[in-house]
């Protein structure tokens, strides 16, 4: 099997913060381009599944782990991921009870499968494109169960935005106080944050940009989206210039 560099950053305080910040801006992003701009739920979803697979494209075609091209994905991804399940729910009808029952039962196949094929779920492995590909179906797999699983918990079974993202919140304290305190598998606690972090994001995502009179804080999806993706640009941007001066200097140019 051929093995590449990896593509994946290492996990750090920015990979979550990076992470929650752009699972928000998938919740709000989204609502802005199908309802503000009146583009519609299928438009949307068929312009930014164009555009994710492009940007996919590009991420296949690079040697190494670079920030931009890996967080555009990310992003994309959570964008994508709102939009399939946004697209069930008011298009089709479907209840968010079997759209979580759904998405997990098609996630832990995922991750069946590619522990049946690869031995090893660990970021630190995705060193093929065969492990990479498993990768992105898991991260865009969570993305559409976490927004199914925000929604019924804030909407459904009507306890809020802000109720939600704080239970959310405690859940993924849970699980890092089993990972550095209990010895948790730490495979296991990884994924286990990863989907959590999406519900958390998006009602977050929520609570900021939903109006008053629904139970948000009325900052509407413009205001929340470029906020978010402000921040995101900027810890991208940092990381990226990290990554190049710590990137080792060719022998020729070496004393």
Do not use: C
């Not at 075609?61 to 964008?79: D, F, H, T």
């Not at 590909?133 to 991260?139: D, E, Q, T």
């Not at 958390?200 to 993706?229: H, I, R, W, Y």
Request: no cysteine; aromatic share 12%; proline share 2%.
């Amino acid at each position: 099997m051929k093995k590449i560099l990896n593509r994946v950053p290492e996990v750090t305080g920015s990979f979550w913060i990076i992470k929650v910040l752009a699972t928000t801006v998938g919740e709000t992003l989204a609502d802005y381009l199908s309802v503000n701009l009146k583009l519609g739920l299928s438009v949307t979803s068929y312009v930014m599944s164009a555009v994710l697979l492009i940007a996919l494209l590009n991420q296949f075609r690079l040697k190494r782990y670079v920030p931009v091209s890996y967080w555009i994905v990310v992003v994309l991804m959570s964008i994508t991921g709102t939009l399939i399940t946004d697209r069930l729910v008011d298009e089709l009808g479907v209840s968010l009870t079997t759209i979580n029952i759904v998405f997990s039962v098609v996630l832990s196949a995922v991750f069946w499968l590619w522990y049946s094929n690869e031995k090893t779920l660990a970021m630190h492995s995705i060193n093929t494109a065969k492990r990479e590909l498993f990768y992105w179906a898991a991260i865009l797999f969570t993305f559409a169960l976490g927004t199914a699983t925000g929604d019924f918990i804030a909407e459904a079974l009507k306890l809020g935005y802000a109720q939600s993202a704080l239970v959310f919140g405690v859940l993924i304290a849970i699980v890092a106080t089993g990972y550095y305190y209990f010895r948790m598998n730490a495979v296991l606690a990884f994924w286990i944050a990863y989907i959590l972090t999406r519900p958390l994001g998006a009602s977050t995502g929520d609570l900021l940009s939903q109006p008053t009179t629904n139970g948000g804080f009325g900052f509407g999806t413009v205001g929340t989206s470029m906020l978010f993706l402000s921040i995101i640009m900027s810890l991208v941007i940092y990381l990226s210039f990290k990554q190049k001066k710590l990137a080792p200097m060719p022998i020729d140019q070496q004393d």
